[in-house]
């Protein structure tokens, strides 16, 4: 089993930066994509971004330009730096790695840290 610790939320005015980042542990065997998911209050969860192990990005569009995620392969680390924050940047970031164990895809969501953009 793998746990995915994140850390890094907090409060910031608009326009201003944080970094996240999540730690994987436990019994890993090999861990393929990881990404950052948000979810805003009342809404559903979406995707922020994600990168594969050998370094493929993608982006929401909400966050191109502004987002980027990176990743240790070797310490099972994978951070996203917000710069530009907006109000509707507001929303708990959960982390989230792939496993391909015995040819199945296995997911691993982390709790979740708070990231409140506001004046």
């Known amino acids: 089993q793998v746990q995915l610790v994140e850390s890094g939320g907090g409060l910031v005015q608009p326009g201003g930066s944080l970094r996240l980042s999540c730690a994987a542990s436990g019994r890993i065997f090999s861990i393929d994509a990881m990404g950052w998911y948000r979810q805003a209050s009342g809404k559903q969860r979406e995707l922020v971004a994600t990168?594969?192990?050998?370094?493929?990005?993608n982006y929401a569009d909400s966050v191109k330009g502004r987002f980027t995620i990176s990743r240790d392969n070797a310490k099972n680390t994978v951070w996203l730096q917000m710069n530009s924050l907006k109000p509707e940047d507001t929303a708990v970031y959960y982390c989230r790695a792939q496993e391909v164990v015995q040819g199945v895809d296995v997911f691993y969501w982390g709790q979740g840290t708070q990231v409140t953009v506001s004046s």
């Open positions: 990168i594969t192990s050998d370094g493929r990005t």
